[in-house]
């Protein structure tokens, strides 16, 4: 009941997370022009952006595959795909429980312990990290001006210094507080099941996460990876083309300065990226000094044709795998069935 509660309240607080920055991005919008511009959008680019999306989706899947393997997990590539799909299609409604989702998915189709599963969802999301913020960091070096006036540098400091540092001194006591309870308490609660039974699920995670960087596969895993991030660049770049506007400033390099710096506003707790990527597009249009009405075009364009690519996508999959699943089900209880003399 506590964990539902829980569950509850962080998608609350991510609605009104996505909320406050969709507020703050078309509080001073025409919404007259927006609606005319999304009606001229062009189809074919809008459907080749939604291309790109299923290669992310299917690249994505066999990559997972790939650490799943390494890490001596054996799932059908079928089984893969379809959790992948419903993950994304979970994260369109909630702050990334689809994470969660996959994971389960994989136990009820392949019967693998979450605790594995969840160390490669980890292990994948550390590598997204990492070039993400060598993009970002790429990107400020070249585009050091616009960047720091898109996050309004001066500002952050003047946060930092006010409530940041407060709060993160707080955190910190609290952790070092937490360490010394746990080590005075520790000989006597070792003994319970449920501390043995996270200690257990806490140690899996970490060391799946540890063989992710002993890939067997590496250049396979590598490949499928730089084609991801090609993939999510083509589709921002397609969704770009789509907008009537959009012949200004629809080139590959802005197509990727696009995708590094949106996938901040979809690496904060909003369901889908709803608000907090239209905020960080409208400021990066702003900074590039380009039209604030394409930058909210293109916002609710690209997160518009995501949303629904992903749910039609995940939709199928839902269906195919519930369908698979009572299979699966139906085969083990035949093989359970006493044979008759």
Known sequence: ??????????????????????????????FEEIMTSLKDTDITWALLGGVSLLAVFLLRAFRWKVILNNSGVYPK?????????LGYFVNSFTPKFGELVRCTNLKRTDNVK??????????ERVW????????????????????????????????FKNGTLVLALILLGGGVALIVVYRLIRNKIKDWKIVKYLTNFVTEI???????????????????????????????????????????????YFAIVVLFIGAIGWALPSPGGIGTTHYFI?????????????????????????????????????????VRVYRIKKQQDMELQPVED
Do not use: H, P
């Open 1 to 30: 009941m506590k964990k539902s509660v829980k569950n509850i309240i962080q998608v609350l607080i991510g609605f009104v997370i996505g909320a406050y920055f969709l507020y703050i991005t078309l509080r001073e919008q025409n």
């Open 77 to 85: 590539s079928v089984d893969v795909v379809n959790s992948i799909a």
């Open 114 to 123: 979450v605790s594995r599963v969840l160390g490669t969802v980890v292990s």
């Open 128 to 159: 997204d990290l990492l070039i993400l913020a060598v993009g970002l960091v790429i990107i400020i070096m070249v585009e050091f001006e616009r960047v720091t006036a898109l996050f309004n540098m001066n500002e952050l400091l003047s946060g």
């Open 206 to 252: 970490y060391s799946t996460i540890m063989l992710t960087f002993k890939i067997k596969e590496y250049k396979k895993f590598l490949v499928l990876t730089v084609l991801i991030w090609v993939a999510l660049v083509l589709m921002n770049y397609c969704f770009l083309r789509s907008l009537s506007e959009g012949a200004e400033f629809s080139n590959m």
């Open 282 to 322: 409208l400021q990066l249009f702003i900074a590039f000094e380009l039209s604030e009405s394409a930058g909210v075009n293109f916002g609710i364009l690209s997160n518009g044709l995501n949303f629904v690519y992903t749910i039609f996508v995940g939709f199928v999959a839902l269906i195919y795998n519930e």
